[in-house]
């Protein structure tokens, strides 16, 4: 009986983490390399196409509302800030749409959004633990102090 529980725990953690490896992937693909890309982009067209592919990422993911942290819930940790944030970016990017590239006030504003977009926070991890984490580690422990009970109780 406790080779069968033992078994079950390490079959359990071995699904909980590829689970969560691949998720985590998923997730810092679509958002925290987006928030990157946005960073780094040469021109006002190419912010705006992966500020928008952020956009809709954080739609899919349901990052429009909640918090990155199971306790300790601040503005800092506020997904619906975040993705309001998100959202202004995209229409200041769509404001500069008329001004040359090559007008100082162009250039300004793109440089202003860069750092607007290196402040937000990369959130993928955080989420990935609100969401699938802690419930993967409550299970784990669990499985865990019944197998080390049944195993106990076997040399009793």
């Known amino acids: 009986m406790k080779a069968v529980l033992w078994t079950v725990f390490v079959l359990f953690a071995l699904f909980a983490a590829v689970f969560l490896i691949i998720q985590g992937y998923r997730m810092?693909?679509?958002?925290d390399s987006m928030i990157d890309r946005a960073q780094v982009a040469a021109d006002r067209d190419d912010m705006l196409q992966y500020t928008?592919?952020?956009?809709?990422?954080?739609?899919?993911?349901?990052?429009?509302?909640?918090?990155t942290a199971i306790m300790f819930k601040n503005p800092r940790n506020d997904m619906a800030l975040h993705y309001k944030a998100v959202q202004k970016i995209i229409d200041r990017l769509?404001?500069?749409?008329?001004?040359?590239?090559?007008?100082?006030?162009?250039?300004?504003?793109?440089?202003d959004l860069r750092g607007t977009i290196r402040e937000l926070p990369n959130p993928a991890m955080g989420w990935l633990w609100v969401c699938y984490?802690?419930?993967f580690l409550l299970i784990g422990?669990?499985?865990?102090?019944?197998?080390?009970v049944a195993s106990r109780d076997s040399f009793d």
């Open 94 to 111: 769509e404001s500069i749409k008329e001004l040359p590239k090559n007008e100082t006030a162009y250039q300004v504003a793109l440089n």
């Open 52 to 67: 928008k592919q952020l956009e809709t990422n954080m739609e899919y993911w349901s990052m429009t509302e909640g918090h």
């Open 141 to 148: 422990i669990v499985l865990l102090i019944i197998a080390w």
């Open 28 to 31: 810092d693909r679509d958002i």
């Open 133 to 135: 984490g802690w419930w």
